[in-house]
């Protein structure tokens, strides 16, 4: 078992990565002072249902918990007001007061959701996450909750610290392979902007990864959390530093945004999205390899790697600007300098930008 502490003061906490620990769910819940008098809901999907709630449920019940399961339906669609809504009412039927914690047992999309209602029901109660996604590496953990609205990605949100994360390596062997993919694409963005041998280890790793070596998933899991923490640590609001994270999510976001959320996985739309910022930062200065490297890494985690025909600029440039960090009639771009670094620039022109989605699309039509 490996650990890792996100240090936030009085809100710091676990993430705790292992091979079968949903199976001693209640002895974590216990040991981190949840009590049993109130009931817990847990909030999954349709996929991840079927496979390990079960699992979650009878530890859960072993220990003394009483803990009521709400199942949304697979996919980003379920990170809407419409779904808080209705999950605010299943909290209420289930009898959810102040003292209740709401547990996110699946990905990403789980994560945002169970976070974002566990940060809004009655002002905000506490809440235990369960990634069961390679992705959600990256969404346990830091406190960003929130759902999407039709114009734009993570629009309404918080942030709102789990109790712990509770990384359970077995249930990963049930994703799909466009699903291990797409999360590897935010395990290789944690290596390009702070750690060049990490890069490296994760292309010479990158088909024991596909198929789920569980050696070496724990590692990169391991070590793609290390740098969110660390990043969190220092910035839990992203007043500057944390903004690094963001690579690849300005073009990504609004490639998610155009595409109704329904065609590109986020770890999709981020591969496109950080071979867009590499080419950015060859125009900015940073040697070649930035953009080749970024390429060739991604593409070898089986990530789409340049911008399908049938995207439009036009509306992909009006999406962007709807991105959080576009302020003060400023666009905040994250920029590779080097493989394992990227400056913060708030200089880079929109046209700049606009020519290297014009670029990314290219590359598809070229092939
Ligand atoms: N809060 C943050 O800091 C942060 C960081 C990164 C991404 N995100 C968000 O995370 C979301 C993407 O996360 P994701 O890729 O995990 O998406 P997801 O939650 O939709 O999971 C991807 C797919 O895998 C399925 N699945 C999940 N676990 C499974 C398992 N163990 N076995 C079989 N199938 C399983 C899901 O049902 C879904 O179909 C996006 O909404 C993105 O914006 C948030
Ligand atoms: O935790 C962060 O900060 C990140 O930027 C991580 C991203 O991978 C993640 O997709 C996040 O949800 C994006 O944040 P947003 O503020 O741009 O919505
Ligand atoms: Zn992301």
Known sequence: MRELNVDLGERSYPIYIGEGLINEAASYFQKHGIGKKS????????NVAPRHLPQLEESLRNGG?????????AGESSKSLAMLGDLVGEALDAGLDRKSVIVALGGGVVGDLAGFVAASYMRGIKFVQIPTTILAHD?????????????????????????????????????????????LAEVVKH???????????????????????????????????????????????????????????TIGHALEAVAGYNELQHGEAISIGMVGAARLGVRCGAPQDVYTTTKRVLAKCGLPVSLPKHYDVDAIMAAMMH?????????????????????????????????????????????
């Open 39 to 46: 009931p817990l809901l847990i909030i999954t999907d349709s």
């Open 65 to 73: 918990y009483r803990a009521v399961s709400a199942v949304v339906p």
């Open 139 to 183: 969404s346990s953990v830091g406190g960003k909750v929130a759902v999407n609205h039709p114009k734009a990605k993570n629009i309404i949100g918080a942030f709102h610290q789990p109790e712990f994360v509770l990384y359970d390596l077995g249930t990963l062997q049930t994703l799909p392979p466009r699903d291990v993919s797409s999360g």
């Open 191 to 249: 290596g390009l902007i702070r750690d060049a041998a990490f890069v490296d280890w994760c292309e010479q790793n990158a088909d024991k990864l596909r198929a789920l070596d569980a050696d070496s998933l724990g590692y990169a899991l391991y070590k793609g959390c290390g740098v969110k923490a660390s990043v969190v640590s220092q910035d839990e609001k992203e007043l500057g530093l944390r903004a690094i994270l963001n690579l690849g999510h």
């Open 323 to 367: 991105d959080k960090k576009f302020s003060e009639g400023t666009m905040v771009f994250i920029v590779p300098t080097a493989i394992g670094s990227v400056e913060i620039r708030s200089d880079v022109s929109v046209e700049w930008v606009r020519e290297i989605v014009e670029e990314l699309k290219l590359e598809a039509e070229q092939k």
